[in-house]
Protein backbone atom coordinates (compact mmCIF):
# COMPACT_ATOMS: atom_id res chain seq x y z
CA UNK A 1 0.00 0.00 0.00
CA UNK A 2 1.37 3.63 -0.52
CA UNK A 3 2.57 6.21 2.12
CA UNK A 4 0.05 8.64 1.92
CA UNK A 5 0.60 12.21 2.56
CA UNK A 6 -2.30 13.50 5.35
CA UNK A 7 -3.41 16.10 3.14
CA UNK A 8 -4.64 13.38 0.46
CA UNK A 9 -7.98 11.82 1.84
CA UNK A 10 -7.36 8.36 1.79
CA UNK A 11 -10.52 7.66 -0.84
CA UNK A 12 -8.26 9.34 -3.46
CA UNK A 13 -5.42 7.19 -2.88
CA UNK A 14 -3.95 4.73 -5.13
CA UNK A 15 -3.72 1.35 -4.27
CA UNK A 16 -1.45 -1.06 -5.60
CA UNK A 17 -2.54 -4.92 -5.86
CA UNK A 18 -0.07 -7.13 -7.60
CA UNK A 19 0.55 -5.20 -10.59
CA UNK A 20 -2.56 -3.28 -11.06
CA UNK A 21 -3.13 0.13 -9.33
CA UNK A 22 -6.28 1.17 -8.33
CA UNK A 23 -6.43 5.14 -8.86
CA UNK A 24 -8.65 5.44 -5.60
CA UNK A 25 -10.47 3.23 -3.23
CA UNK A 26 -13.74 3.83 -4.82
CA UNK A 27 -15.54 0.48 -6.09
CA UNK A 28 -18.82 -0.66 -7.78
CA UNK A 29 -19.49 -3.79 -6.21
CA UNK A 30 -21.27 -6.13 -8.60
CA UNK A 31 -24.88 -5.60 -9.05
CA UNK A 32 -27.23 -7.12 -11.87
CA UNK A 33 -29.20 -5.43 -13.84
CA UNK A 34 -30.77 -8.20 -15.76
CA UNK A 35 -30.38 -6.39 -19.49
CA UNK A 36 -28.68 -9.17 -21.27
CA UNK A 37 -29.71 -11.61 -23.89
CA UNK A 38 -27.96 -14.53 -24.34
CA UNK A 39 -25.18 -14.11 -21.79
CA UNK A 40 -24.62 -10.80 -23.83
CA UNK A 41 -23.43 -7.65 -22.76
CA UNK A 42 -25.23 -4.81 -24.65
CA UNK A 43 -25.47 -0.98 -25.07
CA UNK A 44 -27.37 -0.70 -22.12
CA UNK A 45 -24.31 -1.99 -20.33
CA UNK A 46 -22.08 -0.08 -21.87
CA UNK A 47 -23.80 3.08 -20.58
CA UNK A 48 -24.56 2.04 -17.42
CA UNK A 49 -21.12 0.98 -16.39
CA UNK A 50 -19.46 4.09 -18.67
CA UNK A 51 -21.49 6.41 -16.69
CA UNK A 52 -19.95 4.92 -13.79
CA UNK A 53 -16.12 4.80 -15.06
CA UNK A 54 -17.02 8.88 -16.03
CA UNK A 55 -17.82 9.57 -12.88
CA UNK A 56 -14.51 9.02 -11.73
CA UNK A 57 -14.96 5.37 -9.60
CA UNK A 58 -11.72 3.26 -9.13
CA UNK A 59 -12.77 -0.02 -9.99
CA UNK A 60 -16.13 -1.51 -11.51
CA UNK A 61 -16.46 -4.76 -10.68
CA UNK A 62 -19.30 -6.27 -13.43
CA UNK A 63 -22.08 -8.43 -12.12
CA UNK A 64 -22.40 -11.76 -11.36
CA UNK A 65 -21.10 -13.21 -14.64
CA UNK A 66 -21.97 -16.99 -15.30
CA UNK A 67 -19.48 -19.83 -15.88
CA UNK A 68 -22.45 -21.99 -17.24
CA UNK A 69 -25.33 -21.07 -19.03
CA UNK A 70 -27.26 -23.50 -15.98
CA UNK A 71 -25.61 -20.67 -13.33
CA UNK A 72 -27.69 -17.68 -15.07
CA UNK A 73 -29.76 -16.56 -11.89
CA UNK A 74 -32.11 -15.15 -14.53
CA UNK A 75 -32.43 -14.95 -18.02
CA UNK A 76 -31.36 -11.68 -18.36
CA UNK A 77 -27.53 -12.34 -16.68
CA UNK A 78 -24.43 -11.80 -18.67
CA UNK A 79 -22.16 -14.79 -19.01
CA UNK A 80 -18.78 -15.99 -20.35
CA UNK A 81 -19.66 -19.55 -20.95
CA UNK A 82 -19.18 -19.62 -24.56
CA UNK A 83 -16.15 -17.79 -26.46
CA UNK A 84 -18.21 -15.66 -28.94
CA UNK A 85 -19.23 -13.94 -25.52
CA UNK A 86 -15.99 -12.15 -25.41
CA UNK A 87 -15.97 -9.63 -28.14
CA UNK A 88 -19.05 -7.86 -25.96
CA UNK A 89 -17.20 -7.98 -23.01
CA UNK A 90 -14.20 -6.45 -24.47
CA UNK A 91 -15.89 -3.77 -25.72
CA UNK A 92 -16.87 -2.82 -22.25
CA UNK A 93 -13.89 -3.40 -20.69
CA UNK A 94 -12.10 -0.94 -23.36
CA UNK A 95 -14.16 1.97 -22.71
CA UNK A 96 -13.62 1.59 -19.15
CA UNK A 97 -9.91 1.66 -19.57
CA UNK A 98 -10.29 4.59 -21.52
CA UNK A 99 -11.52 6.66 -18.83
CA UNK A 100 -8.80 5.56 -16.35
CA UNK A 101 -11.06 2.74 -14.33
CA UNK A 102 -10.04 -0.62 -14.02
CA UNK A 103 -12.53 -3.08 -14.96
CA UNK A 104 -13.29 -6.46 -12.92
CA UNK A 105 -15.77 -8.99 -13.77
CA UNK A 106 -17.32 -11.54 -11.50
CA UNK A 107 -17.26 -15.40 -11.72
CA UNK A 108 -20.34 -16.73 -10.70
CA UNK A 109 -22.77 -19.54 -10.41
CA UNK A 110 -26.45 -19.37 -9.14
CA UNK A 111 -27.01 -23.00 -8.05
CA UNK A 112 -30.32 -23.40 -6.68
CA UNK A 113 -31.41 -19.45 -7.16
CA UNK A 114 -31.09 -20.34 -11.26
CA UNK A 115 -34.04 -20.07 -13.45
CA UNK A 116 -35.72 -17.13 -11.70
CA UNK A 117 -37.48 -14.46 -12.79
CA UNK A 118 -35.54 -10.76 -12.57
CA UNK A 119 -36.55 -9.44 -9.05
CA UNK A 120 -38.61 -6.49 -11.13
CA UNK A 121 -40.80 -9.28 -11.62
CA UNK A 122 -41.12 -10.90 -9.13
CA UNK A 123 -37.77 -13.11 -8.46
CA UNK A 124 -39.12 -16.30 -7.59
CA UNK A 125 -38.71 -19.34 -9.54
CA UNK A 126 -39.94 -19.26 -13.70
CA UNK A 127 -42.73 -20.91 -14.52
CA UNK A 128 -44.66 -22.01 -17.53
CA UNK A 129 -46.49 -18.78 -16.95
CA UNK A 130 -43.49 -17.14 -17.32
CA UNK A 131 -42.79 -18.40 -20.62
CA UNK A 132 -46.05 -17.57 -21.97
CA UNK A 133 -46.12 -14.04 -20.51
CA UNK A 134 -42.61 -13.01 -20.57
CA UNK A 135 -40.64 -16.07 -22.75
CA UNK A 136 -38.67 -16.47 -20.21
CA UNK A 137 -37.91 -20.55 -20.19
CA UNK A 138 -36.82 -22.38 -17.41
CA UNK A 139 -33.75 -24.47 -16.55
CA UNK A 140 -32.74 -27.07 -13.55
CA UNK A 141 -31.38 -25.76 -11.18
CA UNK A 142 -28.35 -27.31 -8.97
CA UNK A 143 -27.61 -27.77 -5.44
CA UNK A 144 -24.77 -29.36 -3.28
CA UNK A 145 -28.14 -31.05 -2.06
CA UNK A 146 -31.18 -31.63 -3.47
CA UNK A 147 -33.07 -28.78 -0.58
CA UNK A 148 -34.84 -26.04 -2.46
CA UNK A 149 -34.82 -22.50 -1.65
CA UNK A 150 -38.92 -21.84 -0.64
CA UNK A 151 -41.13 -24.92 -0.17
CA UNK A 152 -42.78 -24.10 -2.93
CA UNK A 153 -39.54 -23.94 -5.24
CA UNK A 154 -38.85 -26.54 -7.79
CA UNK A 155 -36.11 -29.46 -5.67
CA UNK A 156 -32.55 -28.69 -7.66
CA UNK A 157 -30.64 -31.24 -8.98
CA UNK A 158 -27.91 -33.09 -6.46
CA UNK A 159 -24.43 -32.53 -8.34
CA UNK A 160 -22.59 -35.39 -8.88
CA UNK A 161 -18.60 -35.98 -8.80
CA UNK A 162 -18.75 -35.32 -12.61
CA UNK A 163 -20.67 -32.45 -12.66
CA UNK A 164 -18.77 -30.88 -9.91
CA UNK A 165 -15.66 -31.12 -12.23
CA UNK A 166 -17.36 -29.67 -14.34
CA UNK A 167 -18.28 -26.72 -12.25
CA UNK A 168 -14.50 -26.25 -11.59
CA UNK A 169 -13.50 -26.49 -15.11
CA UNK A 170 -16.30 -23.82 -16.33
CA UNK A 171 -14.93 -21.23 -13.54
CA UNK A 172 -11.54 -21.70 -14.89
CA UNK A 173 -12.92 -20.90 -18.68
CA UNK A 174 -14.35 -18.31 -17.66
CA UNK A 175 -11.48 -16.74 -16.09
CA UNK A 176 -9.41 -17.57 -19.56
CA UNK A 177 -12.29 -15.74 -21.55
CA UNK A 178 -12.55 -12.91 -18.84
CA UNK A 179 -8.69 -12.47 -19.41
CA UNK A 180 -9.19 -12.36 -23.24
CA UNK A 181 -11.79 -9.65 -22.67
CA UNK A 182 -9.47 -7.39 -21.15
CA UNK A 183 -10.71 -7.73 -17.80
CA UNK A 184 -8.06 -6.70 -15.10
CA UNK A 185 -9.53 -7.67 -11.72
CA UNK A 186 -11.29 -10.82 -11.21
CA UNK A 187 -13.74 -12.12 -8.47
CA UNK A 188 -15.00 -15.15 -7.51
CA UNK A 189 -18.49 -14.84 -5.93
CA UNK A 190 -18.69 -17.13 -2.85
CA UNK A 191 -21.77 -15.55 -1.29
CA UNK A 192 -25.38 -14.50 -1.15
CA UNK A 193 -27.08 -17.86 -1.25
CA UNK A 194 -25.46 -18.71 -4.77
CA UNK A 195 -23.72 -22.04 -5.31
CA UNK A 196 -20.26 -21.95 -3.49
CA UNK A 197 -22.14 -20.05 -0.70
CA UNK A 198 -24.44 -23.27 -0.72
CA UNK A 199 -21.72 -25.85 -0.41
CA UNK A 200 -19.95 -23.82 2.50
CA UNK A 201 -23.72 -23.87 3.86
CA UNK A 202 -24.32 -26.04 6.39
CA UNK A 203 -28.17 -25.13 6.06
CA UNK A 204 -28.32 -26.43 2.19
CA UNK A 205 -25.24 -28.71 2.10
CA UNK A 206 -26.60 -31.83 3.11
CA UNK A 207 -23.87 -34.19 1.57
CA UNK A 208 -21.87 -36.85 2.88
CA UNK A 209 -19.01 -37.35 0.58
CA UNK A 210 -16.02 -35.03 0.30
CA UNK A 211 -17.77 -31.80 -0.56
CA UNK A 212 -19.99 -32.28 2.47
CA UNK A 213 -20.02 -32.86 5.88
CA UNK A 214 -17.93 -31.21 8.36
CA UNK A 215 -16.58 -27.33 7.63
CA UNK A 216 -13.33 -28.27 5.57
CA UNK A 217 -15.32 -30.65 3.63
CA UNK A 218 -17.51 -27.81 2.53
CA UNK A 219 -15.01 -25.79 1.91
CA UNK A 220 -13.41 -28.28 -0.43
CA UNK A 221 -15.49 -26.75 -3.69
CA UNK A 222 -14.67 -22.85 -3.20
CA UNK A 223 -11.16 -24.05 -2.58
CA UNK A 224 -11.06 -25.71 -5.81
CA UNK A 225 -12.43 -23.37 -7.99
CA UNK A 226 -10.18 -20.85 -6.23
CA UNK A 227 -6.96 -22.74 -7.17
CA UNK A 228 -8.47 -23.67 -10.55
CA UNK A 229 -9.29 -19.87 -11.35
CA UNK A 230 -5.90 -18.43 -9.67
CA UNK A 231 -3.77 -21.09 -12.10
CA UNK A 232 -5.72 -19.44 -15.32
CA UNK A 233 -5.66 -15.71 -13.68
CA UNK A 234 -2.37 -14.24 -14.67
CA UNK A 235 0.18 -14.31 -11.65
CA UNK A 236 0.43 -10.40 -11.96
CA UNK A 237 -3.39 -9.52 -11.74
CA UNK A 238 -5.33 -10.07 -8.45
CA UNK A 239 -8.17 -12.10 -7.25
CA UNK A 240 -10.86 -11.37 -5.31
CA UNK A 241 -13.36 -13.58 -2.93
CA UNK A 242 -16.96 -12.29 -2.06
CA UNK A 243 -17.70 -13.89 1.62
CA UNK A 244 -21.19 -13.98 2.87
CA UNK A 245 -19.51 -13.14 6.66
CA UNK A 246 -22.59 -14.72 8.19
CA UNK A 247 -25.77 -16.09 7.12
CA UNK A 248 -27.94 -16.91 9.94
CA UNK A 249 -27.25 -17.30 13.29
CA UNK A 250 -27.16 -20.47 15.85
CA UNK A 251 -26.98 -24.33 14.54
CA UNK A 252 -26.57 -24.43 10.73
CA UNK A 253 -25.32 -21.33 10.42
CA UNK A 254 -22.06 -19.93 8.58
CA UNK A 255 -20.72 -17.65 11.22
CA UNK A 256 -17.70 -15.40 11.40
CA UNK A 257 -15.37 -17.75 12.59
CA UNK A 258 -15.86 -19.71 9.62
CA UNK A 259 -15.15 -17.23 7.44
CA UNK A 260 -11.99 -16.43 9.31
CA UNK A 261 -11.21 -20.02 8.21
CA UNK A 262 -12.30 -19.61 5.11
CA UNK A 263 -10.46 -16.50 4.18
CA UNK A 264 -6.99 -18.28 5.28
CA UNK A 265 -7.21 -20.63 2.98
CA UNK A 266 -8.30 -18.57 0.12
CA UNK A 267 -5.34 -16.00 0.94
CA UNK A 268 -2.80 -19.32 0.63
CA UNK A 269 -4.44 -19.91 -2.46
CA UNK A 270 -3.80 -16.37 -3.84
CA UNK A 271 -6.53 -14.30 -3.06
CA UNK A 272 -5.59 -10.87 -2.93
CA UNK A 273 -8.80 -9.00 -1.30
CA UNK A 274 -11.98 -10.46 0.51
CA UNK A 275 -15.03 -8.62 -0.43
CA UNK A 276 -17.10 -8.31 2.84
CA UNK A 277 -21.01 -9.13 2.42
CA UNK A 278 -23.49 -11.28 4.76
CA UNK A 279 -26.64 -13.07 4.40
CA UNK A 280 -28.57 -14.76 0.90
CA UNK A 281 -28.89 -18.48 2.42
CA UNK A 282 -32.51 -17.60 3.67
CA UNK A 283 -34.91 -15.49 1.55
CA UNK A 284 -33.30 -12.91 -1.06
CA UNK A 285 -29.77 -12.76 -1.91
CA UNK A 286 -29.12 -9.70 -0.54
CA UNK A 287 -31.22 -9.84 2.81
CA UNK A 288 -29.14 -8.78 5.73
CA UNK A 289 -28.85 -10.96 8.88
CA UNK A 290 -27.61 -8.14 10.94
CA UNK A 291 -29.51 -4.87 11.76
CA UNK A 292 -28.98 -2.95 8.43
CA UNK A 293 -27.80 0.53 9.37
CA UNK A 294 -25.26 2.88 7.57
CA UNK A 295 -22.20 0.87 7.23
CA UNK A 296 -23.54 -2.53 9.07
CA UNK A 297 -20.90 -4.76 7.11
CA UNK A 298 -17.71 -2.77 7.76
CA UNK A 299 -17.59 -4.62 10.94
CA UNK A 300 -16.91 -7.73 8.82
CA UNK A 301 -14.43 -6.47 6.94
CA UNK A 302 -12.73 -4.80 10.13
CA UNK A 303 -12.55 -8.65 11.68
CA UNK A 304 -11.10 -10.03 8.47
CA UNK A 305 -8.49 -7.61 7.59
CA UNK A 306 -7.23 -7.50 11.73
CA UNK A 307 -7.13 -11.48 12.26
CA UNK A 308 -6.19 -12.48 8.46
CA UNK A 309 -4.14 -9.56 7.44
CA UNK A 310 -5.83 -9.68 3.80
CA UNK A 311 -6.94 -6.29 2.02
CA UNK A 312 -10.71 -6.42 2.58
CA UNK A 313 -13.44 -4.12 1.02
CA UNK A 314 -16.25 -2.87 3.00
CA UNK A 315 -19.63 -2.72 1.45
CA UNK A 316 -23.34 -1.70 2.45
CA UNK A 317 -24.86 1.26 3.33
CA UNK A 318 -21.82 3.33 2.74
CA UNK A 319 -23.42 6.58 1.16
CA UNK A 320 -21.25 9.73 2.29
CA UNK A 321 -18.09 10.96 1.65
CA UNK A 322 -16.87 11.19 4.81
CA UNK A 323 -18.24 8.22 6.32
CA UNK A 324 -16.33 6.03 4.29
CA UNK A 325 -13.26 8.18 4.60
CA UNK A 326 -13.38 7.59 8.22
CA UNK A 327 -13.39 3.67 7.42
CA UNK A 328 -10.54 3.67 5.63
CA UNK A 329 -8.65 6.43 8.32
CA UNK A 330 -9.85 3.98 11.22
CA UNK A 331 -7.58 1.39 9.31
CA UNK A 332 -11.53 -1.27 9.11
CA UNK A 333 -11.37 -1.72 5.35
CA UNK A 334 -8.78 -1.15 2.31
CA UNK A 335 -11.80 -0.79 -0.43
CA UNK A 336 -15.24 0.98 -0.43
CA UNK A 337 -17.77 -0.57 -2.10
CA UNK A 338 -20.57 2.07 -3.46
CA UNK A 339 -23.79 0.50 -4.87
CA UNK A 340 -27.38 1.66 -4.88
CA UNK A 341 -26.14 4.97 -3.66
CA UNK A 342 -23.97 5.27 -7.35
CA UNK A 343 -27.43 4.19 -9.11
CA UNK A 344 -28.84 7.54 -7.35
CA UNK A 345 -25.55 9.53 -8.49
CA UNK A 346 -23.30 8.04 -10.87
CA UNK A 347 -20.74 11.37 -9.94
CA UNK A 348 -21.09 10.54 -6.16
CA UNK A 349 -16.99 9.74 -6.51
CA UNK A 350 -16.78 13.43 -8.37
CA UNK A 351 -18.57 14.72 -5.68
CA UNK A 352 -16.66 13.17 -2.97
CA UNK A 353 -13.74 14.84 -4.07
CA UNK A 354 -15.32 17.86 -3.83
CA UNK A 355 -16.23 17.29 -0.24
CA UNK A 356 -12.82 15.77 0.57
CA UNK A 357 -10.71 18.71 -1.15
CA UNK A 358 -9.15 16.93 -3.49
CA UNK A 359 -7.88 17.74 -6.35
CA UNK A 360 -7.45 21.29 -5.63
CA UNK A 361 -10.11 23.76 -6.97
CA UNK A 362 -13.58 23.00 -7.36
CA UNK A 363 -14.21 20.37 -10.40
CA UNK A 364 -10.30 19.82 -10.87
CA UNK A 365 -11.23 16.21 -10.87
CA UNK A 366 -14.07 15.98 -12.69
CA UNK A 367 -13.54 14.95 -16.67
CA UNK A 368 -12.99 18.17 -18.37
CA UNK A 369 -16.06 18.23 -20.49
CA UNK A 370 -17.67 18.74 -17.85
CA UNK A 371 -15.61 20.59 -15.22
CA UNK A 372 -14.96 24.10 -17.02
CA UNK A 373 -19.21 23.86 -17.29
CA UNK A 374 -19.65 23.42 -13.70
CA UNK A 375 -16.74 25.79 -12.85
CA UNK A 376 -18.21 28.73 -14.53
CA UNK A 377 -21.73 28.17 -13.51
CA UNK A 378 -20.43 28.19 -9.61
CA UNK A 379 -18.48 31.52 -10.26
CA UNK A 380 -21.97 32.54 -11.73
CA UNK A 381 -23.87 31.34 -8.90
CA UNK A 382 -21.08 32.81 -6.52
CA UNK A 383 -21.57 36.17 -7.92
CA UNK A 384 -25.49 36.32 -7.86
CA UNK A 385 -25.29 35.25 -4.35
CA UNK A 386 -22.62 38.38 -3.73
CA UNK A 387 -25.09 40.92 -5.51
CA UNK A 388 -27.76 39.42 -3.45
Not at 77 to 99: C, P
Request: with cysteine.
Amino acid sequence: MNDVPRSEPLLFAPLELRSVTLPNRVVIPPMCVYAAKDGMPNDWHLVHYGKFATGGVGLIIGEATAVEERGRITPGDIGLWRDDQVAAHRRLTDFLKGEGCVPGVQLAHAGRRASSQPPFHGGRSLTAEDERRLGYVAWQAVAPSPVPEHNDSPIPAELDSADIKAIVDAFAAGARRALEAGYEVAEIHGAHGYLLHEFLSPAVNRRDDAYGGDREGRMRLPLEVTEAVRREWPADKPLIFRVSAVDGEGEGAWLLDDTLVLCRELGERGVDVIDCSSGGIRGPATAAVVPRGPGYQVPFAEAIKRQTGLTTMAVGLITEARQAEAILAAGQADLIAVGREMLDDPNWTLRAANELGYGGAPYAAWPPNYGWWLERRARTVAMFKDAG
